[in-house]
């Protein structure tokens, strides 16, 4: 079976910092999705990108950069770290237009102190 | 902004009572989803119901695409259900996919 891998599994970083978050999958799945999940307020997409060198903005990409280089990988850049920000971002993919084959990375918590 | 709405926020249930779980969408979609994240956990697919209903284990969903509304049903809830329950829809207007999720149902199943 396939796997998708997100690292750091925890990022401590400090206001103003430049922060690189990363998502390897090996299910050779098409789409990748950046999604930032806070407390109550469900998961909301930052970015995404159908093919390699592919990205489109989503709902919440201001504060963001991202990158896919490759097909099996996705990375996402928070450009300046806000202090206090605590959230968890989470990595996913899927074969191009097919919902019910979306896999999800365990995630990345952020701190900023 | 398209917008998924859930209902209740937070649930306690006993073990062995029954959950319903509510979903409403700000537009018509015919691409609906339940996930399950335990605590810290990661987020895992549940059911994908397009329309009607579809049932897994002690997990019943019913979709109502000219109400934009779906549900889910748990029956004879268990402990380990407990954690937080999210409804996804389809917010894509191409081809592919591009989920937009609704804030979360967390249950907790208590002895």
């Known amino acids: 079976g396939g796997i998708i891998t997100q690292t750091p599994k925890f990022l401590i970083g400090q206001e103003g910092q430049k922060l690189t978050l990363k998502c390897q999958q090996n299910?050779?799945?098409?789409?990748m999705y950046w999604y930032r999940q806070d407390s109550g307020k469900g998961l909301r997409l930052i970015y995404y990108s159908i093919t390699e060198n592919d990205l489109q903005k989503g709902d919440l990409s201001e504060g963001y950069d991202a990158s896919r280089e490759k097909k099996s990988s996705f990375s996402l850049t928070v450009t300046s770290a806000q202090k206090n920000e605590m959230a968890v971002f989470l990595c996913?993919?899927?074969?191009?237009?097919?919902?019910?084959?979306?896999?999800f990375g365990s995630g990345t918590r952020l701190l900023v102190i | 902004e398209q917008q998924v709405q859930q209902s209740p926020a937070s649930l306690v249930l006993q073990e062995g009572e029954n959950a319903e779980l509510q979903c409403s969408f700000s537009i018509f979609t015919n691409q609906v989803q339940w996930f399950y994240q335990r605590p810290g956990g990661r987020l895992v697919s549940l059911l994908y119901n397009p329309s009607g209903t579809k049932q897994s284990g002690r997990l019943t969903s019913t979709t109502v695409i000219k109400e934009r509304r779906s549900s889910l049903h748990i029956s004879s809830s268990q402990i380990t259900d407990s954690g937080t329950y999210l409804c996804a829809m389809d917010g894509a207007s191409s081809s592919f996919s591009k989920l937009v999720f609704g804030q979360g149902t967390s249950l907790s199943v208590v002895p």
């Open positions: 299910f050779n799945h098409d789409t």
């Open positions: 996913a993919s899927s074969i191009q237009g097919a919902n019910s084959d979306y896999t």
